[in-house]
């Protein structure tokens, strides 16, 4: 059976690489060090494949076909998408042979996702694996939720996503080491007249509550508050995710700044599966 | 919708909108086309007048009030390369509760 070798979660943001200089030197270099921790953590994992669990902004959807849950099935994924993001232009490789067994065990198991055959990706799956020096590295299978445009996919049910995901992956057959890295929040607005506060607080019980082990109150947080956090940190979404695929596995923050100017309170984190 | 959501779900005129931001950052030649002349790129866009003189204009903070996505018109004021400060400006002036909660 295939072995899940590790579950990590961290913001993203192209401000990162289009605005790095919009914070100090120091500050940066702190942030940049604890996504190459990231990168040295998933490198040791040695995976033969990271499942990404993030958000499509709006590029390969759009409203007159949102999906709340797509799986990627392609052999390949370009990226990025944006040709206004400061990255280089490359290629993921895909996992077809997964992308396609999670979509089935997901319909088998009553979840109804749409799948792509055809994805390029954005900064959100590209920024973490550049930031993490790892883009090169790594075969990729994309699990997009729609985190950008209401009405969403319930917090609750993104954690049951998780859970299956954890199972499923469990079960895959073969030998496979397999990671799951989500990216996406923390608190933060994207064009509102809130853009550029960052929640601390809203960050801080989050990452706490992940760490608590208590579930039920992780969700009700996650549902009550969110918009206390700004319409960015509906991403949280994939943490949850992220959350219930380690399966009770415990939780530790390994960075956390609230970076103000450049929008976003950058979080990494990851679940201790005992690899 | 209070909170992060100016709609809970998108109005026929958000959905114009965000067509014409979306169309623009990923259609072949529509970012020349709209650049070349915003006026004729929205002639048939089915969009009140006030609207396409907003997204002509760069109104960022009244497209945000009309329900436009904000991630579409993130991409938008990168894309045409907006100074950075004009775009949190127009945001801000249209602020009614700047605090999170």
């Known amino acids: 059976m295939a072995e899940l070798v590790g579950v990590f979660a961290a913001s993203h943001t192209p401000v990162m690489l289009n605005f790095p200089d919009a914070i100090p030197d120091q500050e940066r270099a702190a942030v940049f060090d604890a996504f190459q921790s990231l990168g040295a953590a998933l490198r040791g994992c040695r995976p033969d494949v990271v499942v990404v669990i993030s958000d499509d902004h709006l590029h390969n959807f759009f409203l007159d076909n949102f999906p709340a849950f797509c799986i990627g099935a392609a052999p390949q994924y370009a990226t990025p998408i944006e040709h206004w993001l400061k990255a280089p232009k490359s290629v993921l490789p895909g996992d077809t042979a997964l992308g396609a067994y999670l979509l089935q065990e997901a319909l088998a198991a009553d979840f109804d996702p749409a799948f792509s055959m055809d994805l390029t990706l954005d900064h959100g799956v590209l920024t973490p694996l550049e930031l993490a020096g790892i883009t090169s590295e790594v075969h990729v299978v994309p699990i997009m939720i729609n985190c950008v445009q209401p009405p969403f996919p319930s917090m609750r049910r993104c954690l049951q996503w998780g859970r299956f995901l954890g199972e499923a992956i469990a079960r895959y057959p073969g030998n496979a080491r397999i990671a799951v890295l989500a990216t996406g929040g923390l608190s933060h607005d994207i064009a509102t007249p809130r853009m550029g506060l960052v929640n601390e607080d809203f960050d801080r019980r989050f990452l706490d509550l992940l760490a608590s082990g208590d579930d039920d109150a992780l969700v009700r947080y996650a549902t009550d508050h969110v918009h206390e956090a700004g319409n960015g940190a509906e991403e949280i979404r994939t943490w949850l995710l992220a959350h219930g695929a380690a399966r009770g596995a415990q939780f530790a923050t390994q960075y956390y700044k609230a970076v103000g100017n450049w929008y976003t309170g950058i979080g990494i984190g990851a679940w201790d599966i005992g690899q | ?101």
């Open chain 2, 1 to 101: 919708m209070s909170g992060n959501w100016q709609h809970g779900m998108p109005t026929p005129d958000a959905y114009w909108i965000d067509r014409v931001l979306y169309d623009v950052h990923h259609q072949p030649d529509d970012l020349a086309r709209y650049l070349k002349s915003a006026d004729a790129y929205l002639k048939d866009i089915p969009l009140p007048d006030t609207l396409k003189a907003a997204i002509r204009d760069n109104e960022i903070g009244d497209l945000y009030l009309a329900g436009a996505n904000p991630y579409l018109l993130r991409a938008h004021c990168l894309g045409l390369r907006m100074p950075e400060a004009d775009f949190l400006r127009s945001l801000r002036a249209v602020a009614k509760e700047p605090d999170h909660g």
